[in-house]
């Protein structure tokens, strides 16, 4: 079967660094999004990884390495705004979007 | 703003009604899709439309009938719906149903609840 793992939730200190760890295991792979989703609200694009390494785009930073099929999101220098769920999905090899159940981020002053 | 629109953005019905979700974008895409998100749960993919033609039903209950009768309208039709579907019902839009960059612009949902 198909499955994208991610923690549950995090807690982070504003000011900080926090990472976002997603593995999965796809029938096949065309790329890997992260979405952040504020509670009510729809989920908004962050980032797009299909080839190995770093995508960075200001604050937001997301990795990664087809072969240990792991990503994962890097936020630096926290802000309250943050707080949110942030969701890893997999696109497979049917370029369908394979999601995960999404980390609630929790940013504390 | 996203360029997606959902209506109603709240609905509760009863197990025997029979309603419609709506969802319109205004970005030109060709592709339309309907999503359920339970609490704590993974995205669902419902349906997929491209250029108008279904080209993917995830086993979905009959009770949910999708209805595309262009590629900006996108509708939900609900009939003798059960309490487990109770959830948020998310339409998303893209260029195109696979390749490339494709990113998927959501609209905020509509929050459904069976009694």
């Known amino acids: 079967g198909q499955n994208i793992d991610q923690p549950t939730e995090m807690t982070a200190t504003e000011g900080a660094i926090v990472q976002i760890n997603c593995t999965y295991q796809?029938?096949?792979?065309?790329?890997l999004f992260w979405y952040q989703q504020h509670a009510g609200e729809a989920p908004t694009f962050l980032s797009y990884?299909?080839l190995d390494g770093l995508e960075e785009k200001g604050r937001f930073s997301s990795f990664l390495s087809r072969s240990k099929g792991y990503s994962y999101l890097l936020l630096k220098e926290l802000q309250m705004k943050d707080s949110a769920s942030y969701l890893c999905?997999?696109?497979?090899?049917?370029?369908?979007?394979?999601w995960g159940a999404g980390t609630k981020l929790i940013i504390k002053p | 703003e996203t360029g997606v629109t959902q209506t109603p953005r709240h609905l509760v019905m009863g197990m025997t009604n029979k309603k419609s979700l709506k969802c319109e974008q205004h970005?030109?895409?060709?592709?339309m899709y309907w999503y359920k998100q339970s609490a704590k749960k993974p995205l669902e993919l419902m349906f997929v439309?491209?250029?108008?033609?279904?080209?993917e039903n995830n086993s979905v209950p009959s009770r949910f009938s999708p209805e595309c009768p262009n590629s900006s309208h996108l509708f939900l039709h609900l009939h003798t719906l059960q309490p487990e579907d109770s959830a948020l019902y998310l339409c998303?839009?893209?260029?195109?149903?696979?390749?490339?960059?494709?990113?998927?612009?959501f609209g905020p949902g509509t929050r459904l609840t069976v009694l």
């Open positions: 998303a839009s893209s260029q195109d149903s696979a390749g490339g960059y494709n990113e998927q612009f």
């Open positions: 796809t029938s096949g792979f065309n790329g």
């Open positions: 970005l030109g895409h060709n592709a």
């Open positions: 990884n299909v």
């Open positions: 439309y491209s250029l108008e033609e279904r080209v």
């Open positions: 999905a997999v696109r497979d090899s049917n370029y369908q979007l394979i």
